[in-house]
């Protein structure tokens, strides 16, 4: 749809206020975010997807079309600077130089119309992001 001009944006919160307001542990925030976005890759990686996590859990789910950018958009984390953000941008964060790197894909492949011009495995697929709360469906 947008030929792979899409990238996501997220932060943990700064505000504890309007954060509990709205139901938000704050103690926890980090762990949800990660959480979340760590089932937002199963949808773009899996064709079909299940998530099993503390916070996020969901069975056999399909999510089309798949994102055109290898291993998904780029998820961008914004905070303070420190050990905690760092980890984050890390383990599920796209660090803006590795924006460009291209991701091993396995055995899945996609329709020849979803080819990205200039990437040299265009026609396979595959995030390679492993978690210990992903749970694939049987």
Known sequence: ?????????????????????HGV??????????????????LWRDDVACFAGEFVRFGPSWSWPKPV???GPPVFIGGASGPKLFQ????YGVPP?????????????RPDSWAVPDHPESGTR?????????????
């Open 88 to 91: 984050a941008v890390a383990e």
């Open 69 to 71: 950018q290898c291993p």
């Open 126 to 138: 595959d995030s390679g992001l492993g978690t210990r709360n992903e749970s694939r469906c049987e």
């Open 25 to 42: 542990d704050v103690p926890r925030r980090r762990d949800i975010t990660r959480e979340h976005v760590l089932a937002m890759r199963a």
């Open 97 to 109: 130089r590795r924006r460009r790197a291209c991701c091993r894909c396995s055995t899945r492949t």
């Open 1 to 21: 749809m947008s030929g792979g001009r899409v990238s996501l944006g997220i932060g943990f919160g700064w505000n504890h206020d309007e954060m509990e307001n």
